[in-house]
């Protein structure tokens, strides 16, 4: 995995601040790969509870993020209660490791 402790760390708070404190937060993609270099931050949050304007809430994270690691391209997918589960769900619950 490609995050140092601490972006974990800000991750998770960011994530809890945003979503609530019932929030699962996994990475997943290029970043799971030790060897490789560069590449944006691929995040899946699992919510427990519905959350209200899912797009506002993903987007806030992703910025929020972003400016904490220097600009660093951050993609956020979102699964809760109402929403549709795309394929991208699936390929990050099976792939992504929980920070």
């Given amino acids: 995995m490609r995050l140092q402790p ?3 760390a800000l991750i998770k708070q960011l994530t809890r601040d945003i979503f609530g404190a019932q929030v699962m937060v996994c990475l997943f993609g290029s970043r799971l790969d030790a060897a490789g270099l560069g590449g944006d931050v691929d995040l ?11 797009a506002l809430a993903m ?12 600009g660093r ?4 997918v ?18 992504g490791i929980v920070l």
């Fill in 73 to 76: 391209k951050v993609d956020v």
């Fill in 78 to 95: 979102l699964i809760a209660p109402g929403l549709l589960e795309l394929p991208i769900h699936r390929v990050a619950k099976a792939e």
């Fill in 44 to 54: 899946h949050i699992d919510c427990s509870e519905r959350v209200e304007s899912p």
């Fill in 6 to 8: 601490q972006q974990i």
């Fill in 59 to 70: 987007s806030r994270l992703g910025a929020a993020c972003s400016r904490a690691m220097s």
